[in-house]
Nanobody
């Protein structure tokens, strides 16, 4: 099994910054894509940013130029640097990883979520 543990959420004023971290652990052979999703109250979960094993990134239009996703392979960790935060960024942020375990099966795993609240 693979576990994802997120940290770094909290309350921040509009225009401020937060850095989310997500560390994967467990029976990991390798990790393919890692991503961050968000889910606001009453809305569906949506992709914020994704980073491939090779380091290619893709962002939701709403966060381009403000958020940066990065990863540390040695630590099986993905980060989301969130700058110029807006009240509409308020949501629960979830980490996602497509991990290959030692039985060579690949599955998607999710963290428990971390709350980000941006006040106006």
């Amino acid at each position: 099994q693979v576990q994802l543990v997120e940290s770094g959420g909290g309350l921040v004023q509009a225009g401020g910054s937060l850095r989310l971290s997500c560390a994967a652990s467990g029976n990991i052979f390798s990790i393919n894509d890692m991503a961050w999703y968000c889910q606001a109250p009453g809305k569906q979960r949506e992709l914020v940013a994704v980073i491939t094993r090779g380091g290619r990134t893709n962002y939701a239009d709403s966060v381009k130029g403000r958020f940066t996703i990065s990863r540390e392979h040695a630590k099986n960790t993905v980060y989301l640097q969130m700058n110029s935060l807006k009240p509409e960024d308020t949501a629960v942020y979830y980490c996602n990883a497509n991990a290959v375990t030692y039985d060579l099966s690949a599955n998607d795993y999710w963290g428990q979520g971390t709350q980000v609240t941006v006040s106006s």
